[in-house]
């Protein structure tokens, strides 16, 4: 055997939560098991449709008639509420992109992205981009999830733009699977992945009792600020917000050891959760 075929991937030995299902958490745990890490893929957080449906038609057919100067886009979950409904965006119509992963998904399904912030990757640096380019009133369609706060139409808005802001969809939380809420407590599980500030919310509300080994690490430092805001720790903060500088900054420090709880369970081999809200 070779001297490199000795060398442990960076992530060996980790067992890592992945608390998003679907096409993104198949991604993440693909991404961690190149590291040498055993995913655990158990969605805390679904997307469901808006209660307002007819607010949120009537947009997406003034978007295809060319109502709007810009279209600004917050998270990858509006892309796949536009492309649900087949959204057609005219090609007078700009589209601003939060930040790389959005602008991705908007690509995916043939969407051009014409703004993506270079910095500041969140509503407000969203908000500073578009006015350098936009000083005269304009008309904007601003989609966004139940919860987030209304930081880019309020900015827009004050700032002379003639701002229509809609919900595309509410987050709500998914229970942990069993065999993942288990892990969780008897500290198999040694690191957990939050990804935004509702899944802060769901990993400190379905699991009060974390072991002290347990790496609680946050994609950003504005979902960190969202993790304390709802008292949930986190040990370790990813510079940028995209999987792979998460991954990268936990595949930084060492794994933790292991609990007494966990050096008592018999290793069983690779295991990843799977369940029909992974899928979803």
Known sequence: MTNNAKIAKPLSGWRVLVPRGGPWGDDVAARLRAQGAVPVVSPLINFAPTEDTAALENAIAELADGAFSWLTVTSATTVDVLHAYGARIPSGTKIAAVGETTAAALKAVGYPVSLVPERNNSAAGLADELLARESQPTRILALRSEIAKPVLSVRLTEAG??????????????????????????????????????????????????????????????TAHDANEVDLPIQVIAPERTVASLIDALAGIPVPPPTPEARAIPETGPFQVTSTESKN
């Open 161 to 222: 733009h003639d701002v229509h802001a809609v919900v595309a969809y509410r987050t709500v939380g998914v229970p942990a699977t069993e065999r993942a809420a288990r892990d969780v407590v008897n500290g198999r599980i040694n690191a957990i992945l939050v990804t935004s500030g509702s899944v802060a919310a769901q990993v400190r509300e379905q699991f009060p009792k974390i072991p002290d080994q347990t790496v609680i690490a946050a994609i950003g430092p504005r």
